[in-house]
């Protein structure tokens, strides 16, 4: 159940160090650019030593940062595993924007947890949810930089976001190193592409 | 700078102290409290003074000299470096303060980065020092010009109460003009006032109560309270911080029309809470951690005869612990006023999922001087560990206590002490050292503890994000200064064993840490090397390395070792090292079929 105190409440997953904090930024200013209300909750401190990471940003809403269980309006998910660790965030039938490439916790390489099939997650998220999963490595790969998986994703979840593509890519432009503007617009592209109808 | 941006809370209340104009800033780093300090340090122009201090206590005691000279003063810390800093602020209490003071301390309800989840707010109670708690990252922008103004007026030190979801939640800020400095800087020579001998106290301790009544009245008629009453309603709600800002979502998805009182002071608007309990029949207090509200209502009930029920923690209805959410109000408020909760159900996904624990840093020098230091003393051997990324170890095996900061070195004497027989090796790193570690490493050598000190100096405070200290000659504002010796430093306190090494050198490293173990009496080692990541913004580069699939023999020894950099392929059987690699090489060392090796170019 989504509802209407919030324009768009987006739950960002992923894994320390892949950007999401990054992404929630680039959102979140474009949304005061728009002359949105907006409201932000990120996590920091030991999760960024290759923790599990979730962000919550409220576009287009004066209440706290916090969405409430179940009724966010979609997700973008950096992670597959991590999708799946908070995707009781977001409401039935909320969109879910997933790399479907996985980054392997020491618990796995050290040999005390298994990892499962990232296919099954799509197959079990695919019952409840839109989802769509891809690759954003390789897209990311083909941007010229692997460190821009965030903005590939972050591509992808821009069409279903209440903010025009010309603010996003204006706020990546304002946001990112000088040097890495035009590899961060080429991933931002080509995240956009994969969801675009 | 005006109008409207988009910050971070704790940015958003350093933007507060320099629109309030701070004329000295000081501070200890913890989460969630340390981009407040980070933020003001940073900014290019600054007409104030700011420093990172050793700890708590040494920062609340410079804000208060930089207050009795007539300067407005801040000083900020997480929830638990109050304890370090509560022998001043009890005093301080009394004593009273000249330029506005105001005392920035953060919460961490559910422990996110913490070692318990104590509420601030009994330190104001405990200490009768005035609390402000701002309810949104805007209102915590708001509060601290007037936390200056309400110090100033009563000569009384102002705690602020921040939580982790206010300074770490970001949102629009609508910024507002920065004041003009007014206060001249004049330290006025005043022995009954500064110097709190007995019979100037025992003056001090019936002015502080004295002033209670009239901070009270000030406050309640502040703005930073708000009551609604809705007449045609029987039910209320009272709630603060950012469970009232849960409170009121929770209350519009709910559907339910309520009296609501939102507190953001402390003490709490008494008034305020009469006329509430007035016009209901059933109230429920939401607030996050201690009942301090929820207890002070009651009184308040019970000496007005009011027959109002009043619902909180002492039923269960809400938690005493952990951080709180909408969900959390919903059901809480639904039982109390006994109406149904439209809980959304989530979709079942019960798919068992790895857990996914922060960990040190591939080429972090900590795991190298860890494996190390388990090889040469023994799984047995008892390991007191500290508060920073090493206490990370957990996962190694090499963590067995962590009490609070700087703990580490006097935990193990105790250990000692109490005659136990194993080998004893503590850990604490640089900042840590500094903070409390002196002490303990003081008491340590002068009651001939036999103990062996690894000082993990990676030359920064890492963990709450690269804050400087006085190992790394920068100040907050990265000008160079003196670097204390740390070699030094421990042979003048007494320690007669004392090395440096680099952990990068595991050799090196097991030879010190074996001639420290067999030493008698307390042994200090300086284990030496900078952080991975400072390093690599210093644009310092390795080689990385790889692992050769042919004389990979697949014993997954190099795994254990707990690098996110080695990973293991199921099909081939056969570990590789990915892009995470930094170049430390400490893997060569583990790998015995010498597998392991750098990337040729």
């Given at each position: 159940?989504?509802?209407?105190?919030?324009?768009?409440?987006?739950?960002?997953?992923?894994?320390g160090?892949?950007?999401?904090v990054?992404?929630?930024?680039i959102?979140?200013?474009?949304?005061?650019?728009?002359?949105m209300?907006?409201?932000?909750?990120e996590?920091?401190g030991?999760?960024?030593?290759?923790?599990?990471?979730?962000?919550?940003v409220?576009?287009?809403?004066?209440?706290?940062?916090?969405i409430?269980?179940?009724?966010?309006?979609g997700?973008?998910?950096?992670?597959?595993?991590e999708?799946?660790?908070?995707i009781?965030?977001?409401?039935?039938?909320?969109?879910?924007?997933?790399?479907?490439s996985?980054?392997?916790?020491?618990?796995?390489?050290?040999?005390?947890?298994?990892?499962?099939?990232?296919?099954?997650?799509?197959?079990?998220?695919?019952?409840?949810?839109?989802?769509v999963?891809?690759?954003?490595?390789?897209?990311a790969?083909?941007?010229?930089?692997?460190?821009?998986?965030?903005?590939?994703?972050?591509g992808?979840?821009?069409?279903?976001?209440?903010?025009?593509?010309?603010?996003?890519?204006?706020c990546?432009?304002?946001?990112?190193p000088?040097?890495?503007?035009?590899?961060?617009?080429?991933?931002?592209r080509?995240?956009?592409?994969?969801?675009?109808? | 700078?005006?109008?409207?941006?988009?910050?971070?809370?704790?940015?958003?209340?350093?933007?507060?102290?320099v629109?309030?104009a701070?004329?000295?800033?000081?501070?200890?780093?913890?989460?969630?409290s340390?981009?407040?300090?980070?933020?003001?340090?940073?900014?290019?122009?600054?007409?104030?003074?700011?420093?990172?201090?050793?700890?708590?206590?040494?920062?609340?005691?410079?804000?208060?000299?930089?207050?009795?000279a007539?300067?407005?003063?801040?000083?900020?810390?997480k929830?638990?470096?109050?304890?370090?800093?509560?022998?001043?602020?009890?005093?301080?209490?009394?004593?009273?303060?000249?330029?506005?003071?105001?005392?920035?301390v953060?919460?961490?309800?559910s422990?996110?980065s913490?070692?318990?989840?104590q509420?601030t707010?009994?330190?104001?109670?405990?200490?009768?020092?005035p609390?402000?708690?701002?309810?949104?990252p805007?209102?915590?922008?708001?509060?601290?010009?007037?936390?200056?103004e309400?110090?100033?007026?009563?000569?009384?030190?102002?705690?602020?109460?921040?939580?982790?979801?206010i300074?770490?939640?970001?949102s629009?800020?609508?910024?507002?003009?920065?004041?003009?400095?007014?206060?001249?800087?004049?330290?006025?020579?005043?022995?009954?006032?500064?110097?709190?001998v007995?019979?100037?106290?025992?003056v001090?301790?019936?002015?502080?109560?004295?002033?209670?009544?009239?901070?009270?009245?000030?406050?309640e008629?502040?703005?930073?309270?708000?009551?609604?009453?809705?007449?045609e309603?029987?039910?209320?709600?009272?709630?603060?911080?950012?469970?009232?800002?849960?409170?009121?979502?929770?209350?519009?998805?709910?559907?339910?029309?309520?009296?609501?009182?939102?507190?953001?002071?402390?003490?709490?608007?008494?008034?305020?809470?009469?006329?509430?309990?007035?016009?209901?029949?059933?109230v429920?207090?939401?607030?996050?951690?201690?009942?301090?509200?929820?207890?002070?209502?009651?009184?308040?009930?019970?000496?007005?005869?009011?027959?109002?029920?009043?619902f909180?923690?002492a039923?269960?209805?809400?938690?005493?612990?952990?951080?709180?959410?909408?969900?959390?109000c919903?059901?809480?408020?639904?039982?109390?006023f006994?109406?149904?909760?439209?809980?959304?159900?989530?979709?079942n996904?019960?798919?068992?999922?790895?857990?996914?624990?922060?960990?040190?840093?591939?080429?972090c020098?900590?795991?190298?001087?860890f494996?190390?230091?388990?090889?040469?003393?023994g799984?047995?051997?008892v390991?007191?560990?500290?508060?920073?990324?090493?206490?990370?170890?957990?996962?190694?095996?090499t963590?067995d206590?962590?009490?609070?900061?700087?703990?580490?070195?006097?935990?193990?004497?105790?250990?000692?002490?109490?005659g136990?027989?194993?080998?004893?090796?503590?850990t604490?790193?640089?900042?840590?050292?500094?903070?409390?570690?002196?002490?303990?490493?003081?008491?340590?050598?002068?009651?001939?503890?036999?103990?062996?000190?690894?000082?993990?100096?990676?030359?920064?405070?890492?963990?709450?994000?690269?804050?400087p200290?006085?190992g790394?000659?920068?100040?907050?504002?990265?000008?160079?200064?003196?670097?204390?010796?740390?070699?030094?430093?421990?042979?003048a306190?007494?320690?007669?064993?004392?090395e440096?090494?680099?952990?990068?050198?595991?050799?090196?490293?097991?030879?010190?840490?074996?001639?420290?173990?067999?030493?008698?009496?307390?042994?200090?080692?300086?284990?030496?090397?900078?952080?991975v990541?400072?390093?690599?913004?210093?644009?310092?580069?390795y080689?990385?390395?790889?692992?050769?699939?042919?004389l990979?023999?697949?014993?997954?020894?190099?795994?254990?070792?707990g690098?996110?950099?080695?990973?293991?392929?199921?099909?081939?059987?056969?570990?590789?090292?990915?892009?995470?690699?930094?170049?430390?090489?400490?893997?060569?060392?583990?790998?015995?079929?010498?597998?392991?090796?750098?990337?040729?170019?």
């Amino acid at each position: 159940m989504t509802s209407d105190l919030s324009n768009f409440d987006l739950v960002i997953a992923g894994v320390g160090g892949q950007g999401a904090v990054k992404v929630s930024d680039i959102i979140g200013k474009a949304a005061v650019s728009e002359g949105m209300d907006v409201r932000a909750a990120e996590t920091h401190g030991m999760a960024q030593r290759g923790g599990s990471v979730v962000n919550y940003v409220r576009l287009g809403c004066d209440l706290g940062s916090l969405i409430p269980c179940g009724s966010a309006h979609g997700m973008l998910a950096l992670e597959p595993v991590e999708a799946m660790r908070y995707i009781h965030d977001v409401a039935k039938d909320g969109i879910v924007v997933m790399n479907n490439s996985p980054i392997y916790p020491v618990t796995v390489t050290s040999g005390q947890c298994t990892y499962p099939d990232p296919q099954e997650i799509v197959t079990r998220l695919e019952k409840d949810y839109r989802v769509v999963a891809f690759d954003a490595v390789a897209l990311a790969r083909q941007a010229g930089n692997i460190k821009t998986l965030n903005v590939v994703m972050l591509g992808a979840i821009s069409s279903y976001l209440p903010i025009p593509e010309e603010t996003l890519v204006e706020c990546i432009r304002n946001m990112v190193p000088p040097k890495t503007i035009d590899t961060n617009l080429k991933a931002f592209r080509l995240g956009r592409e994969t969801t675009r109808q | 700078m005006s109008g409207r941006e988009y910050m971070l809370g704790n940015v958003a209340i350093a933007r507060g102290i320099v629109e309030g104009a701070v004329d000295v800033v000081s501070g200890y780093p913890g989460t969630p409290s340390s981009e407040i300090v980070d933020t003001l340090a940073s900014m290019k122009e600054r007409d104030f003074y700011i420093e990172w201090s050793v700890n708590e206590k040494v920062a609340m005691e410079v804000a208060s000299g930089a207050s009795m000279a007539g300067a407005r003063s801040v000083v900020t810390m997480k929830h638990v470096g109050l304890n370090v800093a509560a022998d001043p602020l009890m005093t301080l209490a009394y004593m009273g303060v000249k330029g506005g003071m105001v005392i920035i301390v953060a919460d961490d309800p559910s422990c996110h980065s913490s070692q318990n989840e104590q509420d601030t707010r009994r330190y104001s109670v405990f200490s009768q020092i005035p609390c402000l708690e701002p309810s949104t990252p805007q209102q915590a922008k708001d509060m601290i010009p007037y936390a200056f103004e309400l110090s100033e007026k009563y000569e009384i030190p102002v705690i602020f109460r921040s939580t982790t979801r206010i300074s770490h939640g970001k949102s629009d800020i609508e910024l507002a003009p920065v004041s003009q400095k007014t206060g001249e800087i004049k330290f006025e020579k005043n022995p009954d006032r500064w110097v709190m001998v007995p019979k100037n106290a025992r003056v001090r301790h019936p002015h502080l109560l004295s002033i209670q009544q009239d901070i009270r009245g000030e406050l309640e008629v502040s703005g930073w309270n708000e009551l609604s009453i809705e007449a045609e309603s029987t039910v209320g709600i009272i709630a603060c911080g950012t469970a009232a800002v849960y409170a009121k979502e929770a209350l519009e998805r709910l559907g339910i029309t309520a009296s609501f009182l939102k507190i953001g002071t402390y003490p709490i608007p008494e008034d305020s809470v009469r006329q509430l309990l007035a016009k209901t029949e059933q109230v429920i207090v939401i607030e996050e951690l201690e009942p301090v509200i929820e207890d002070q209502c009651k009184v308040i009930a019970r000496d007005v005869e009011f027959e109002t029920e009043i619902f909180g923690k002492a039923d269960g209805l809400l938690p005493r612990t952990g951080e709180f959410n909408v969900d959390i109000c919903m059901e809480g408020i639904a039982k109390a006023f006994g109406i149904d909760s439209c809980e959304c159900k989530p979709a079942n996904q019960d798919m068992e999922l790895p857990v996914r624990p922060p960990a040190m840093c591939a080429g972090c020098s900590h795991r190298g001087t860890f494996h190390v230091m388990k090889k040469v003393f023994g799984e047995d051997a008892v390991f007191p560990s500290d508060i920073g990324c090493y206490t990370l170890g957990i996962q190694h095996g090499t963590v067995d206590t962590t009490l609070c900061m700087g703990a580490s070195i006097s935990v193990a004497s105790g250990i000692y002490d109490a005659g136990e027989k194993k080998p004893i090796c503590c850990t604490i790193g640089d900042s840590t050292f500094f903070h409390t570690g002196i002490n303990s490493l003081m008491n340590a050598i002068y009651n001939k503890s036999d103990i062996t000190v690894l000082i993990l100096d990676n030359r920064t405070t890492a963990m709450t994000g690269h804050q400087p200290n006085p190992g790394m000659g920068k100040t907050a504002t990265r000008e160079p200064t003196v670097e204390v010796a740390f070699d030094r430093l421990c042979s003048a306190m007494g320690a007669e064993f004392v090395e440096v090494v680099d952990p990068y050198d595991m050799a090196a490293t097991e030879d010190v840490l074996e001639r420290a173990k067999a030493y008698k009496g307390v042994s200090v080692v300086i284990a030496k090397r900078a952080c991975v990541i400072s390093a690599a913004r210093e644009g310092i580069r390795y080689t990385p390395f790889m692992v050769d699939t042919d004389l990979c023999k697949g014993c997954r020894k190099c795994l254990k070792f707990g690098c996110p950099a080695i990973e293991f392929d199921e099909v081939s059987k056969k570990a590789s090292i990915n892009s995470m690699c930094s170049g430390c090489g400490l893997c060569i060392e583990i790998c015995t079929f010498n597998a392991i090796m750098e990337v040729k170019k």
